[in-house]
């Protein structure tokens, strides 16, 4: 159960790494922050 819960959480990390860093690239790439603002707001 332990275990269970553990591995759960790793995965959690791992998808919220993942998100962070792909948000960060985004930010980064002026273009496609313009393309997103564009198309959000």
């Given amino acids: ?3 269970n ?3 759960e959480r ?3 990390y791992l ?3 993942t998100r962070k860093l ?3 690239i985004f930010m980064r790439n ?3 922050r313009k ?3 564009k198309h959000w707001i």
Avoid: A, G, H, S
């Fill in 1 to 3: 159960y332990m275990k």
């Fill in 30 to 32: 002026k273009f496609t």
């Fill in 22 to 24: 792909i948000i960060e």
């Fill in 5 to 7: 819960l553990f591995v």
């Fill in 35 to 37: 393309y997103l603002f």
């Fill in 15 to 17: 998808i919220d790494n």
């Fill in 10 to 12: 790793k995965q959690n």
